[in-house]
């Protein structure tokens, strides 16, 4: 799954056009790394300018291939306010440089120049004065942590936080996840008593963005009025001066999955949904229990059980189960309770990813990968592999680091950010599919209800295995396999098996984990193992540190293998019988010995 810019307000197309035939190419790749929707016009001609005029009103963006002077006096008839205007992204032919030229916080224009760059190894030309000294851009951040924007004078906020003559701007923190505070590019913001700006899930003064901590739980008759449950949602909302921009969901007895009110509210106020089984809301302990309900429903209760269970881990009751009845031409009757989720939680809004960073060389990371790490809100690894990417970070990015042997407590937590509603790349080095994190991280989200699940997705990286053969030369250009010498989480036993088996059917084989300070005996017997399978001469390749500074590679035989060059941060190539060594290159020719080739 191609990342998106999910950050950018999400309503319209963004259109890609150029000027003239030499941009169609690089309108072509932005279409396939799903950076514009649609283009205007024919790839190969400029764009007449009615097609512009008439997309501007529901546009949520341009990317144009064009000079800014040009784009410029073509978009001045068209604005009409900051609040209701499409960002405008301008780039150079060669992709070199991504500015935004119009909409550059409210409209997502700075976000989507930031994965333009990324995707074609360009730069991002921010020009505004918070992004020009690596600060939060106040008006917009919160998109990228799974908030909405509600009311406050925005513009004075902005005119504020961009003057560095004065004293730091007040905020506060007081629902949702509170990271963010930590961010490099909010250094300059402190707590106060008078805050310009809060994260809250109340209404209020001031500027606020409001995180997705409320879940509904909802019962009713059957075949209730919309207007009904509206008026309960609504009424209790505004009486407890909860927002509804804080609201994650819904949820309710798998028994009214198909009530039309229910349906109905859930899409006009654009709400997911999650439905309980009556054994799942009975396990739930709740103030107010009831026998009507358990002899109709097989649970003692729906609102106060469902609204706790949608709002995850830790949740509580913020308010207790209300009753509304029909009023004049209504029919039916419903019941309303309200969960606050311990930070945020808002697993449908959230972003899994796995991202391959490579072997360290950033000239090694894939496009996509790029573009991902570009999206995400949080890193999420260990250190050392993050510390290799630390150039591509943003002060607006969180980094989370990790211990190199705790990697279920690793991604536990990347899922649980994830579930709160956030952009999450959890970042392994090599390919994450390969003896790395995707297996593990995808095995915690195949466990969580298929309803309450973050998109996942697995972006691959080039392996080990890969660099190696490329600096060695040509050595898996027949059958292959890896192999990882480590006794941590397979048997040693096991590991033996699969080493006769590679010898017995005369594969390349990459080792993996071949020799540690604690594990320095078991290359030497992999190598006893192997040989009984190909003769002594056999080439090997040592490859150590790829991708880094100090990268080594060397041949050797595999009767003279040199052990102790070999550790933790090194892969061994064997080659199999037909490999030869010629010049410095190993090579595996494609046809086995006695095999045509056509």
Same mark, same amino acid.
């Given at each position: 799954?191609?990342?998106?810019p999910?950050?950018?307000?999400?309503?319209?197309?963004?259109?890609?056009?150029?000027?003239?035939?030499?941009?169609?190419?690089?309108?072509?790749?932005?279409?396939?790394?799903?950076?514009?929707? +649609?283009?205007?016009?024919?790839?190969?001609?400029?764009?007449p300018?009615?097609?512009?005029?008439?997309?501007?009103?529901?546009?949520r963006?341009?990317?144009?291939?064009?000079?800014?002077g040009?784009?410029?006096?073509?978009?001045?008839?068209?604005?009409?306010?900051?609040d209701?205007?499409?960002?405008?992204?301008?780039?150079?032919?060669?992709?070199?440089?991504?500015?935004?030229?119009?909409?550059?916080? @409210?409209?997502? &224009?700075?976000?989507?120049?930031?994965?333009?760059a990324?995707s074609l190894?360009?730069?991002a030309?921010?020009?505004? +004065?918070?992004?020009?000294?690596?600060?939060? $851009?106040?008006d917009?951040?919160g998109?990228s942590?799974?908030?909405?924007?509600?009311?406050?004078?925005?513009?004075?906020?902005?005119?504020? &936080?961009?003057r560095?003559?004065g004293?730091s701007?007040?905020?506060?923190a007081?629902?949702?996840?509170p990271?963010?505070?930590?961010?490099?590019?909010?250094?300059?913001?402190?707590?106060?008593?008078?805050?310009a700006?809060?994260?809250d899930?109340?209404?209020?003064?001031?500027?606020?963005?409001?995180?997705?901590?409320?879940?509904?739980?909802?019962?009713?008759?059957?075949?209730?009025?919309l207007?009904?449950?509206?008026?309960?949602?609504?009424?209790?909302?505004?009486?407890?001066q909860?927002?509804?921009?804080a609201?994650a969901?819904?949820?309710?007895?798998?028994?009214?999955?198909?009530?039309?009110?229910?349906l109905?509210?859930?899409a006009?106020?654009?709400?997911?949904?999650?439905?309980?089984?009556? &054994? !799942?809301?009975?396990?739930?302990?709740v103030?107010?229990? *009831?026998?009507?309900?358990?002899?109709?429903?097989?649970?003692?209760s729906?609102?106060e059980?469902?609204?706790?269970?949608?709002?995850g881990?830790?949740?509580s009751?913020?308010?207790?189960?209300?009753?509304?009845?029909?009023?004049?031409?209504e029919?039916?009757?419903? @019941?309303l309770?309200?969960?606050?989720?311990?930070?945020?939680?808002?697993?449908?809004?959230g972003?899994?990813?796995?991202?391959?960073?490579?072997?360290?060389?950033?000239d090694l990371?894939?496009?996509d990968?790029?573009?991902t790490?570009a999206?995400?809100?949080?890193?999420?690894?260990y250190?050392?592999?993050?510390?290799?990417l630390?150039?591509?970070?943003?002060?607006?990015?969180?980094?989370w680091?990790?211990?190199?042997?705790?990697?279920r407590?690793?991604?536990?937590?990347?899922?649980?950010?994830?579930?709160?509603?956030?952009?999450?790349?959890?970042?392994s $080095?090599?390919?994450?599919?390969?003896?790395?994190?995707?297996?593990?991280?995808?095995?915690?989200?195949?466990?969580?209800?298929?309803?309450g699940?973050?998109?996942?997705?697995?972006?691959?990286?080039?392996? &080990?295995?890969?660099?190696?053969?490329a600096?060695?030369?040509?050595?898996?250009?027949?059958?292959?396999?890896?192999?990882?010498?480590?006794d941590?989480?397979?048997?040693?036993?096991?590991?033996?098996?699969?080493?006769?088996?590679?010898?017995?059917g005369?594969?390349?084989?990459?080792?993996?984990?071949?020799?540690s300070l604690g594990?320095?005996?078991?290359?030497?017997?992999?190598?006893?193992?192997?040989?009984s399978?190909?003769?002594?001469?056999?080439?090997?390749?040592?490859?150590?540190?790829?991708?880094? !500074?100090?990268?080594?590679? *060397?041949l050797?035989?595999?009767?003279?293998?040199?052990?102790?060059q070999?550790d933790?941060?090194?892969?061994?190539l064997?080659?199999?019988? !037909?490999?030869?060594?010629?010049?410095g290159?190993?090579?595996?020719?494609?046809?086995?010995?006695?095999?045509?080739?056509?």
């Amino acid at each position: 799954m191609t990342p998106t810019p999910a950050s950018l307000p999400a309503h319209g197309l963004i259109w890609g056009l150029g000027f003239s035939g030499g941009s169609a190419p690089m309108l072509e790749r932005l279409s396939q790394a799903g950076l514009i929707d +649609a283009r205007l016009g024919p790839a190969d001609q400029p764009l007449p300018r009615e097609g512009l005029v008439a997309e501007w009103p529901s546009a949520r963006a341009f990317v144009i291939v064009g000079a800014c002077g040009l784009v410029t006096r073509l978009i001045a008839p068209l604005l009409t306010g900051k609040d209701r205007d499409p960002a405008v992204v301008v780039i150079d032919p060669q992709g070199r440089f991504a500015i935004p030229l119009l909409g550059g916080h @409210t409209a997502g &224009a700075d976000q989507l120049c930031q994965l333009i760059a990324a995707s074609l190894g360009g730069q991002a030309v921010l020009t505004g +004065a918070g992004a020009a000294a690596g600060r939060l $851009s106040l008006d917009s951040f919160g998109r990228s942590w799974g908030w909405q924007r509600g009311a406050g004078d925005w513009q004075k906020l902005m005119l504020a &936080a961009g003057r560095t003559d004065g004293p730091s701007l007040e905020v506060e923190a007081r629902h949702g996840c509170p990271r963010w505070l930590e961010l490099d590019a909010a250094a300059h913001l402190q707590s106060g008593a008078d805050p310009a700006m809060v994260v809250d899930i109340h209404t209020g003064s001031g500027c606020r963005w409001h995180p997705p901590s409320l879940w509904l739980g909802l019962g009713c008759e059957r075949n209730t009025s919309l207007s009904l449950l509206e008026r309960l949602v609504d009424q209790t909302l505004a009486a407890r001066q909860l927002a509804p921009q804080a609201v994650a969901g819904m949820a309710s007895i798998d028994r009214k999955a198909q009530e039309p009110a229910m349906l109905a509210l859930a899409a006009r106020r654009k709400w997911p949904v999650r439905w309980f089984d009556a &054994a !799942s809301l009975t396990a739930v302990a709740v103030p107010n229990p *009831s026998a009507a309900v358990a002899k109709e429903m097989g649970t003692a209760s729906v609102a106060e059980a469902a609204a706790q269970l949608a709002a995850g881990p830790g949740a509580s009751l913020l308010q207790t189960k209300l009753i509304a009845h029909a009023q004049a031409t209504e029919q039916g009757a419903a @019941t309303l309770a309200v969960a606050v989720a311990e930070g945020q939680w808002a697993p449908q809004r959230g972003q899994l990813h796995l991202v391959g960073s490579g072997p360290g060389s950033l000239d090694l990371l894939t496009g996509d990968a790029r573009r991902t790490l570009a999206e995400a809100t949080v890193w999420v690894g260990y250190g050392l592999y993050l510390d290799l990417l630390e150039p591509l970070r943003r002060p607006d990015q969180l980094r989370w680091d990790g211990r190199l042997t705790e990697e279920r407590a690793r991604c536990a937590l990347a899922l649980e950010l994830a579930c709160q509603g956030l952009k999450v790349a959890l970042v392994s $080095s090599g390919d994450s599919g390969i003896y790395a994190m995707a297996g593990l991280a995808l095995e915690l989200w195949l466990a969580q209800p298929a309803d309450g699940r973050p998109d996942f997705a697995v972006h691959p990286g080039i392996s &080990a295995l890969q660099l190696a053969a490329a600096r060695a030369g040509a050595p898996l250009m027949h059958d292959f396999c890896t192999i990882s010498l480590s006794d941590r989480l397979t048997p040693w036993a096991v590991i033996e098996r699969r080493l006769r088996a590679a010898a017995q059917g005369d594969f390349v084989v990459a080792l993996y984990n071949p020799r540690s300070l604690g594990r320095d005996w078991q290359l030497a017997r992999a190598r006893e193992l192997l040989l009984s399978g190909r003769p002594a001469s056999t080439p090997v390749v040592i490859a150590r540190q790829l991708g880094r !500074s100090a990268e080594a590679v *060397s041949l050797h035989t595999l009767g003279e293998l040199p052990a102790e060059q070999v550790d933790m941060l090194t892969l061994v190539l064997v080659g199999n019988s !037909s490999s030869y060594a010629r010049d410095g290159r190993l090579v595996t020719p494609r046809g086995y010995p006695g095999a045509e080739l056509s």
